[in-house]
């Protein structure tokens, strides 16, 4: 696979600091890969995800998607944020297809189809303050494919979810990225959510903020919580977290019982 992200030496320093928050980021993400950024709060995983964004220039250093400079947001690098932030004055369908209404283009037809593999079609004409949470992120993630994005970044999306309809996003993005062939980067404090989502796990330490191990997650495609090889997985970045940041409260581990694997599993 070809080169989707790439960042340069990354380093940044806000002003009036005196130790920079990222130092040195080099890394590169393949075409179609999903990647994982681990860390305690602080170390700069959301700043970095930012840069690739183009929602923030690096002080050092540069960030490419496909060969291209990012210098500012663009259609073809979206990210979803903790909150959904959809308007209450628009319908369902108008929500999602905002960026294409951006960009001068009414395409009924891809609303239509992306309402559905969210499976939200006869939501189309609802208010979104009547949706649950869950369904408001399946709206915003409908929103970020709409413009046919290459990649998707993730800052958090889930974190304010219950566990069932947290888990059942997380199995749904990564199934409609892998299905869209998309490149996707996350920022999580959840070591499961890592494990359930990412082909690789970037972890990082903080002051200055900066790559210091990885892991490569060899598991199958979907899934499968309530397994001894799943569970492994996740023992096992827990322990290279501690090994390399050394032992704190983050990231979460939340192993579950298997009553409560299954049931989300079943949450819509």
């Given at each position: 696979?070809?080169d989707?992200?790439?960042?340069d ?14 130092q ?8 179609g ?5 681990i860390?305690r ?6 700043t970095l995800?930012?840069?690739?964004a183009g929602l ?8 490419r998607?496909h ?18 932030s ?14 294409l209404?951006?960009?001068?283009r ?18 189309a ?11 408001q992120?399946?709206?915003?993630l ?10 998707l ?6 974190s304010?979810?219950d566990a069932?309809?947290r ?7 990564s199934?409609i ?46 899934r ?5 090889e799943?569970?492994r997985?996740?023992e ?19 192993p579950?019982?298997e009553?409560?694997?299954s ?6």
């Amino acid at each position: 696979m070809t080169d989707s992200i790439r960042t340069d030496f990354i380093s940044h320093t806000f002003k009036g600091q005196t130790v920079p928050t990222l130092q040195d980021i080099d890394v590169t993400i393949k075409a179609g890969e999903q990647v994982a950024l681990i860390g305690r709060s602080g170390c700069g995983k959301s700043t970095l995800l930012h840069m690739l964004a183009g929602l923030l220039m690096p002080s050092e250093g540069c960030v490419r998607i496909h060969g291209r400079q990012v210098t500012r947001p663009s259609a073809k690098w979206n990210m979803m944020f903790q909150k959904p932030s959809l308007y209450p004055w628009m319908t369902v369908a108008d929500n999602v297809g905002l960026g294409l209404a951006f960009a001068g283009r009414k395409e009924p037809e891809r609303v239509a189809k992306l309402l559905g593999m969210i499976g939200l079609s006869d939501k189309a004409d609802a208010n979104p303050q009547s949706l649950s949470g869950g369904q408001q992120q399946r709206v915003a993630l409908a929103r970020s494919l709409a413009t046919s994005p290459e990649t998707l970044l993730l800052d958090e999306p889930f974190s304010a979810l219950d566990a069932f309809t947290r888990s059942a996003l997380q199995d749904e993005v990564s199934r409609i990225a892998r299905q869209e062939g998309l490149s996707m980067v996350m920022v999580t404090h959840d070591i499961e959510e890592a494990v359930a989502m990412a082909d690789r796990v970037l972890i990082m330490a903080a002051t200055p903020g900066r790559i210091v191990g990885e892991l490569r997650v060899e598991l199958p495609f979907p899934r499968i919580r309530a397994t001894p090889e799943f569970s492994r997985q996740r023992e096992l970045l827990m322990t290279r977290f501690e090994q390399l940041v050394g032992g704190d409260t983050e990231p979460e581990a939340k192993p579950a019982p298997e009553a409560e694997q299954s049931k989300d599993r079943e949450a819509a």
